[in-house]
T-cell receptor
Framework: DAGVIQSPRHEVTEMGQEVTLRCKPI?????LFWYRQTMMRGLELLIY????????DSGMPEDRFSAKMPNASFSTLKIQPSEPRDSAVYFC???????????FGEGSRLTVL | AQTVTQSQPEMSVQEAETVTLSCTYD???????LFWYKQPPSRQMILVIR??????QNATENRFSVNFQKAAKSFSLKISDSQLGDTAMYFC?????????????FGKGTKLSVKP
């Protein structure tokens, strides 16, 4: 299995630009999670989906952040407009039914100048 | 709310020696899961070991074992025969089963360096 696939691995953009991060979960997994990792705040859950439906988005910092999961094999996290404080590594993870284990992607490192 | 505390920001150990990483957590739940994840320089988070709170037996995975003390809300990770490849950030994580499946709460992490 290819594992959780995220793209891009690195993104450098300027303040005010739109950023879209992509994730392909492991086939057969029914839950998908977006985490953000920074030195100051560690790993924070932004949002998670179960069977493509958003269950908890209380971690999404503000309206500039949005996430979608149009089907079981694809999700996006969008930031519009981006700000320097959004600079972080964004992880996508998926989990199979009935199993607490999360499988993480390699992360997308975002730098907003 | 649940919290996870890792009190050791950094640790180092000599190759082949044993090291223990500490983790404490706070919860009012009686049933939950605990995890240790490893994040090497490649950045990917890798599950090292998991423990179900209802199991009294400490989990073991090869050179990795835990000391789970439910009453003390302590969940330490022991790495035996440390190898250079064990150099990484280690995160302790808590998860309440049920509606928040997969909603892991992570500690701040411990940076482990294995020295030759």
């Amino acid at each position: 299995d290819a594992g959780v696939i995220q793209s891009p691995r690195h993104e450098v953009t300027e303040m005010g630009q739109e950023v879209t991060l992509r994730c392909k979960p492991i086939s057969g997994h029914n839950s998908l999670f977006w985490y953000r990792q920074t030195m100051m705040r560690g790993l924070e859950l932004l949002i998670y989906f179960n069977n493509n439906v958003p269950i908890d988005d209380s971690g999404m910092p503000e309206d500039r952040f949005s996430a979608k999961m149009p089907n079981a094999s694809f999700s996006t996290l969008k930031i519009q407009p981006s700000e320097p404080r959004d600079s972080a590594v964004y992880f996508c993870a998926s989990s199979p039914p009935g199993n607490g284990e999360l499988f993480f992607g390699e992360g997308s490192r975002l730098t907003v100048l | 709310a649940q919290t996870v505390t890792q009190s050791q920001p950094e640790m180092s150990v000599q190759e082949a020696e044993t090291v223990t990483l500490s983790c404490t957590y706070d919860t009012s739940e009686s049933n939950y899961y605990l995890f240790w994840y490893k994040q090497p320089p490649s950045r990917q988070m890798i599950l090292v070991i998991r423990q179900e709170a209802y199991k009294q037996q400490n989990a073991t995975e090869n050179r990795f074992s835990v000391n789970f003390q439910k009453a003390a809300k302590s969940f330490s990770l022991k790495i035996s025969d440390s190898q250079l490849g064990d150099t990484a950030m280690y995160f302790c994580a808590f998860m309440k089963p049920g509606g928040s499946q997969g909603n892991l709460i992570f500690g701040k992490g411990t940076k482990l360096s294995v020295k030759p």
